[in-house]
């Protein structure tokens, strides 16, 4: 079983809908969780983390973090063609050095 | 400075001979991680530094890789021979610290290594 899993897509959205993109994981002791997005040839960029059970919102996306069910989900609202992108999950367990990334989801918001 | 910074950003070099990639990471930021990208698949992850030391190397693919940290702060990935299978990107990021509140890792802009 693969320590973080995502679906790969591609997930295709309308312009202005929301995209939910989701991210589960095996270590039942990870502590940090990251979303990164990253478009083709370029570099991950962070989009945000959370850390506790629950939803936490910047702008228009929120991160969603379910420890007991061991899933962390991203939602996108308002989706625009400028998401499209690959966005990446990321899992740290608590005294881990090294986040364990999946291997993402490509999201295509077509006008 | 304010980003992580690598270079060079594109390296084409022939099969056979050695490369350095260079990385320098957000001031102050006392983790710097290395990853590898190939074409169309996920991040693979190299070597750790906390400090100058690498308390984990697992992830280098062989013994031709080798990679340093000097002062805290700049590290060079080194492959030696490199090979086709070396084509890749390969990714520097820094975190304030390794674990705790500050871990979150940034990433540099990639050197894009193409061996012919």
């Known amino acids: 079983q693969k320590e973080v899993e995502q679906n790969s897509g591609p997930l295709s959205v309308p312009e202005g809908a929301i995209a939910s993109l989701n991210c589960t994981y095996s270590d039942r002791v990870s502590q940090s969780f990251f979303w990164y997005r990253q478009y083709s040839g370029k570099s991950p960029e962070l989009i945000m983390s959370i850390y506790s059970n629950g939803d936490k919102e910047d702008g228009r996306f929120t991160a969603q973090l379910n420890k007991a069910s061991q899933y962390v989900s991203l939602l996108i609202r308002d989706s625009q063609p400028s998401d499209s992108a690959t966005y990446l999950c990321?899992?740290?367990?608590?005294?881990?050095?090294?986040?364990?990334f999946g291997r993402g989801t490509s999201l295509i918001v077509h006008p | 400075g304010a980003g992580v910074s690598q270079s060079p950003s594109n390296k084409v070099t022939e099969k056979g001979k050695d490369v350095e990639l260079r990385c320098d990471p957000i001031s102050g930021h006392t983790a710097l991680y290395w990853y590898r990208q190939s074409l169309g698949q996920g991040l693979e992850f190299l070597i750790y530094?906390?400090?100058?030391?690498?308390?984990?190397k697992s992830g280098l693919p062989s013994d031709r890789f080798s990679a340093e940290r000097t002062g805290g702060s700049v590290s060079t990935l080194t492959i030696q021979r490199t090979q086709q299978e070396d084509s890749a990107v390969y990714l520097c990021a820094s975190s304030l610290r390794a674990t705790g509140f500050g871990n979150t890792i940034y990433f540099g802009e990639g050197s894009w290594l193409t061996v012919v």
């Open positions: 530094f906390q400090g100058n030391s690498a308390p984990d």
């Open positions: 990321a899992v740290k367990r608590g005294g881990s050095y090294i986040p364990t």
